[in-house]
């Protein structure tokens, strides 16, 4: 059993997705960033870091794991799948999850900070963010040129950089002319895994058991 500590978040959304696609038994625990949750000390003791993802894997003598590209590594290890064995391939895999944790999560993040929540508008900031997010989807957009997914078969890098690519809308990003990444984006958000993935923390028709604060799948 994993317990995944989460939110709606593309962050959140990269390891419950990746729960699906591994058919792993989960149990998920919602933090409310209303009321700090993930600043109490006791989920502390898993993320130091106070943010969200983050796992316990109880099936491992209560390993934690945060950071979730180190939970996706981690989680495709465990299951020997969603991760290539060849070295070559795997350093493939790794270098475009890597340019997710570097590139398009962050200037992203940012993108959507400036044009949607910071109190003030600061137009110069807002442009360069986004400018730099469209930048990146143009890189997207020549590798999946060559190939199907990021990595040639489906990874663990296409997991953690398509619920940041769902959300361009939000962060004032376009998709026009980068007829590469629609097809992906459409291509990867039609499996089965990826939509059940991306409605936890649940809104509705799952076949879930609430206990407490907590959600066991499967």
Same mark, same amino acid.
């Given at each position: 059993?994993?317990?995944?500590?989460?939110?709606?978040?593309?962050?959140?959304?990269?390891?419950?997705?990746?729960?699906?696609?591994?058919?792993?038994?989960?149990?998920?625990?919602?933090?409310?960033?209303?009321?700090?949750?993930?600043?109490?000390?006791?989920?502390?003791?898993?993320?130091?870091?106070?943010?969200?993802?983050?796992?316990?894997?109880?099936?491992?003598?209560?390993?934690?794991?945060?950071?979730?590209?180190?939970?996706?590594?981690?989680?495709?290890?465990?299951?020997?799948?969603?991760?290539?064995?060849?070295?070559? !391939?795997?350093? =493939?895999? &790794? %270098?475009?999850?890597?340019? #997710?944790? @570097?590139?398009?999560?962050?200037? +992203?993040?940012?993108?959507?900070?400036?044009?949607?929540?910071?109190?003030?508008?600061?137009?110069?900031?807002?442009?360069?963010?986004?400018?730099?997010?469209?930048?990146?989807?143009?890189?997207?957009?020549?590798?999946?040129?060559?190939?199907?997914?990021?990595?040639?078969?489906?990874?663990?890098?296409?997991?953690?950089?398509?619920?940041?690519?769902?959300?361009?809308?939000?962060?004032?990003?376009?998709? !026009?002319?980068? =007829?590469? &990444? %629609?097809?992906?984006?459409? #291509?990867? @958000?039609?499996?089965?895994?990826? +939509?059940?993935?991306?409605?936890?923390?649940?809104?509705?028709?799952?076949?879930?058991?609430?206990?407490?604060?907590?959600?066991?799948?499967?």
């Amino acid at each position: 059993m994993i317990d995944l500590y989460t939110a709606a978040t593309p962050n959140g959304h990269k390891i419950s997705i990746a729960l699906e696609e591994l058919g792993l038994d989960y149990r998920v625990h919602v933090l409310s960033f209303d009321r700090r949750e993930q600043k109490a000390p006791e989920y502390l003791k898993i993320n130091p870091n106070g943010r969200i993802p983050a796992i316990v894997d109880r099936d491992n003598d209560d390993f934690a794991v945060f950071e979730s590209g180190a939970i996706l590594i981690y989680l495709a290890e465990k299951t020997g799948r969603l991760l290539p064995d060849d070295p070559r !391939q795997r350093s =493939v895999a &790794l %270098q475009w999850l890597m340019f #997710q944790m @570097g590139g398009v999560g962050p200037m +992203q993040g940012q993108a959507n900070v400036f044009y949607r929540y910071f109190p003030e508008k600061l137009p110069a900031a807002i442009e360069r963010y986004q400018n730099e997010t469209r930048r990146l989807y143009e890189v997207l957009d020549s590798r999946l040129a060559e190939v199907e997914y990021l990595a040639g078969d489906y990874s663990i890098a296409d997991i953690a950089t398509w619920p940041w690519v769902n959300l361009h809308e939000w962060a004032g990003v376009s998709l !026009q002319g980068l =007829v590469n &990444l %629609q097809r992906w984006h459409a #291509q990867v @958000g039609a499996r089965p895994a990826v +939509q059940r993935g991306s409605d936890i923390p649940p809104r509705e028709n799952h076949d879930l058991v609430k206990t407490g604060q907590s959600i066991l799948i499967r």
